[in-house]
């Protein structure tokens, strides 16, 4: 019998499921999620990226004022919606797309980099099947990608918590970008190459997020644009 902070719930036991660090694969295949999350079935995480939108929410939500009426990485999509204005992005350390692909009718060119080949095999299927004919991908690590990093192009970079390679930084700063949108798991790195941008970017939005509850995980998004020479 589950625990009372699991249910059970029929779901792919090889994938890891958006918001929840704890999933116990029982034995007959079955998966204990906590009790007050609400599965979306069809949405999940692969390789601590996840698909357009999050598959869990809170069941009691009605019951707490401070809980926001809309899920929190959907929120941060949206706020990061309001920076893009239509031109052309890449999008380094990109997963599945999590971030670029829900956001296709703000771009009009877009660039996925990501090393991960299973990960960027989900991104292809789902450009596949939305007919994104101006997005493409690179099965590639960032620092192998510089030369995408390009004046006119708004900069999109959600990397692992180690933070952004050195010689992509160094390309930020070389190039300036026009804006960089830097949503981070880890905000002592995060602050670290905030720090190193700073003489040719400018902070211009800054939010914090727990997008996983009951651990101590907190993303943070940072939004810069570059300073006018």
Known sequence: IPSPRFYRAKLDADRI????????????????????????????????????????????REKKRDTPEVPLFERALKKIAEYLDGGEIVDFYSGVGAISIPLSKKISVAILVESDSSAIQFAKQTIDELGLKNYTVRTETAEAA????????????????????????????????????????DIASQARD????????????????????????????????????
């Open 194 to 229: 905030t720090a190193l941008l700073l003489p040719k970017y400018n902070i211009i939005y800054n939010e914090l997020y727990n997008f996983f509850p009951r651990t101590p995980h907190i993303e943070s998004l940072i939004i810069m644009d570059a300073k006018k020479s």
């Open 146 to 185: 510089l030369s995408e990093i390009q004046k006119n192009r708004i900069i999109i970079v959600d990397p692992p918590r180690a933070g952004l390679h050195k010689n992509i930084t160094a390309e930020l700063l070389k190039t300036s970008p026009r804006r960089i949108i830097y949503l981070s798991c």
């Open 17 to 60: 499921y958006w918001g929840v660090e704890e999933v116990a694969v029982l034995a007959d295949g079955d998966v204990e999620v906590p009790f007050d999350c609400d599965l979306k079935p069809g949405h999940y995480r692969h390789n601590e990226k996840a698909l357009p939108e999050p598959c869990f929410e809170p069941l009691s």
